[in-house]
């Protein structure tokens, strides 16, 4: 997900100091460019089994200074506001994907032993899939961090679900 769709979801769906944030940052509420922002990421394509037209390295567009203040903002209150996060962006995909769902109880879901949580739960198109979302201030997004937190990650869905032994 890029800063827009995770910025305009903090604003429209998440609770006062999340809002308050994207606010502070100049960001202004306006429902059809969040959807819109929304239905422009890989995430959104990948819900709706839209391929792409064209292949980039890069980034196309460009992100208002606004919107990556915004989203440095809401990247600073990941560690206490994570679910929130999680939250008011499946809020926003449920606003603009009417087969898009996750009930209130599907959000950090023990995966059991209390060692392995997923973020959310979700049904699309009447398929179950498991959401991991990260959004960790720029400062901790470093290549090492990450690829030690995704292999992490991983290691204990393999173990949990039996695909490599314990």
């Given at each position: 997900?890029t800063?827009?769709?995770?910025?305009?979801?903090?604003?429209?769906?998440?609770?006062?100091?999340l809002?308050q944030?994207?606010?502070?940052?100049?960001v202004?509420?306006?429902?059809?460019?969040?959807?819109v922002?929304?239905?422009?990421?890989?995430?959104y394509?990948y819900?709706?089994?839209?391929?792409?037209?064209?292949?980039?390295?890069?980034?196309k567009?460009?992100t208002?200074?606004a919107?990556?203040?915004a989203?440095?903002?809401?990247?600073?209150?990941?560690?206490r506001r994570?679910?929130?996060?999680?939250?008011?962006?499946c809020?926003?995909?449920?606003?603009?994907?009417s087969?898009?769902?996750?009930?209130d109880?599907k959000?950090?879901?023990?995966?059991g032993?209390?060692?392995?949580?997923?973020?959310?739960?979700?049904t699309?198109?009447?398929?179950?899939?498991?959401?991991?979302?990260?959004?960790?201030?720029?400062?901790?997004?470093?290549?090492?961090?990450?690829?030690?937190y995704?292999m992490?990650?991983?290691q204990?869905?393999?173990?949990?679900?039996?695909?490599?032994?314990?």
């Amino acid at each position: 997900m890029t800063p827009s769709p995770v910025s305009y979801a903090c604003l429209h769906y998440g609770p006062t100091q999340l809002k308050q944030a994207v606010v502070a940052a100049g960001v202004k509420e306006h429902i059809s460019n969040a959807r819109v922002t929304l239905q422009a990421t890989d995430f959104y394509r990948y819900l709706t089994s839209t391929t792409l037209n064209e292949l980039t390295s890069g980034k196309k567009g460009k992100t208002s200074d606004a919107t990556e203040e915004a989203y440095k903002g809401v990247q600073a209150l990941s560690a206490r506001r994570h679910k929130d996060i999680n939250v008011a962006i499946c809020k926003l995909i449920s606003s603009t994907l009417s087969t898009f769902s996750v009930p209130d109880d599907k959000f950090e879901v023990d995966g059991g032993d209390g060692n392995l949580f997923t973020d959310a739960v979700a049904t699309n198109s009447g398929e179950e899939i498991y959401l991991e979302f990260h959004h960790l201030s720029p400062e901790n997004c470093v290549a090492s961090k990450m690829a030690s937190y995704i292999m992490e990650k991983l290691q204990m869905y393999a173990i949990h679900y039996n695909l490599v032994p314990r």
